[in-house]
């Protein structure tokens, strides 16, 4: 058990939906990231937060946002969906990005299904 | 942009066997070297990492060392035990800056039999 939780852990819907996607970082954990798995693009980074403020952005669609609330939880929202944002979202945590000490630990994933 | 290769899987093995699977990274900058494994139906876990070259990380008895003149970072294990059986992805990042995302590869997935 990484420390990290991610709900829920299974998601289906349909085209067209939005949807809100929760992770707790581990206690003491400043900065979240979240990351994408899919078959065809493998795990791609989408999103950085650090102690609330948005700290870098990869590959995300501008239809999908996210946001660290002040007890430092994040959630990534995601609207418009279409058949390929079937993905496994993953979140990660860690104390703080800019030392070679720090380690991201990874939640256990929302799978999300859209039909 | 940086980026990581790993070897094609699926890589099938008996149990003892020696395992090697290959990692080579394109990078502007100096980065620091990760392996993480994919247990079925679970999250990423760190299995080890190296932050400068000629470093070497273990854990488990799995070792990896940082080579900066070819680019590489490969997973070795002496010894494969059916518990090993998992997709193990090689990544990237860079520690001093403003973030800290990592690159991963496309990982591979070991099966190993008894």
């Known amino acids: 058990d990484s420390g990290v939780t991610q709900t829920p852990k299974h998601l289906i819907t349909a085209t067209g939906q939005r949807v809100t996607l929760r992770c707790s970082p581990r206690?003491?954990?400043?900065?979240v990231y979240w990351y994408q798995q899919s078959l065809d693009q493998g795990l791609q980074f989408l999103i950085q937060?650090?102690?609330?403020?948005?700290?870098a952005k990869g590959n995300i669609l501008e239809r999908f946002s996210a946001q660290q609330f002040p007890d430092l939880h994040s959630e990534l929202n995601l609207s418009s969906l279409e058949l390929g944002d079937s993905a496994l979202y993953f979140c990660a945590s860690s104390v703080e990005s800019s030392v070679s000490t720090d380690t991201q630990y990874f939640g256990p994933g929302t799978r999300l299904t859209v039909l | 942009g940086d980026s990581v290769t790993q070897m094609e899987g699926p890589v099938t093995l008996s149990e003892e066997a020696f395992l090697t699977i290959n990692c080579t990274y394109t990078a502007t900058g100096y980065p620091s070297l990760f392996w993480y494994v994919q247990y079925p139906g679970e999250g990423l876990q760190l299995l080890l990492k190296?932050?400068?070259?000629?470093d070497k990380g273990s854990n488990k008895g799995f070792e990896a060392t940082y080579r900066k003149e070819t680019t590489s970072f490969h997973l070795e294990k002496g010894s494969v035990q059916v518990s090993d059986s998992a997709v193990y992805f090689c990544?990237?990042?860079?520690?001093?800056?403003?973030?800290?995302?990592?690159?991963f590869g496309k990982g591979t997935k070991l099966s190993v039999k008894p």
């Open positions: 190296a932050t400068k070259a000629d």
């Open positions: 990544a990237l990042t860079y520690y001093g800056g403003s973030q800290g995302n990592l690159i």
């Open positions: 937060y650090y102690n609330g403020e948005e700290r």
């Open positions: 206690s003491g954990d400043l900065s």
